[in-house]
């Protein structure tokens, strides 16, 4: 198989083998694929897990507004209360 790099990625597999971190240009090439294959292998667990959440709050009842008069009154109160008991 032959390929084609743009010069960009072809001063970075240079960079890499002036590293002494790779012995060839394959070596290079193979360790970002399999780099590639992991990534690709990440994100499709991510999006199995956000569909499983998306599931999860879809199947959680009907929403209700939110009062944040009553959200924040409620912070109020912890935060006087944490500082009365210092």
């Known amino acids: 198989m ?3 790099l743009t010069p960009h990625f072809e ?3 240079k960079n ?3 590293s ?6 394959s070596e290079v090439i ?3 694929l399999r780099l590639m294959e992991e990534r690709d292998q990440v994100r499709g667990l991510r999006l199995e897990e956000l569909k499983k ?3 999860l709050g879809m199947d959680s009842g009907e929403s209700t507004p939110l009062d944040m008069e009553s959200i924040k009154k409620r912070g109020r109160e912890r935060l006087v209360d944490k500082e009365n008991t210092k």
């Open 2 to 4: 032959n390929i084609s």
């Open 11 to 13: 001063e970075l597999v």
């Open 16 to 18: 890499k083998l002036d």
């Open 20 to 25: 002494g971190l790779y012995h060839s240009a």
């Open 30 to 32: 193979r360790d970002a």
């Open 53 to 55: 959440e998306i599931r």
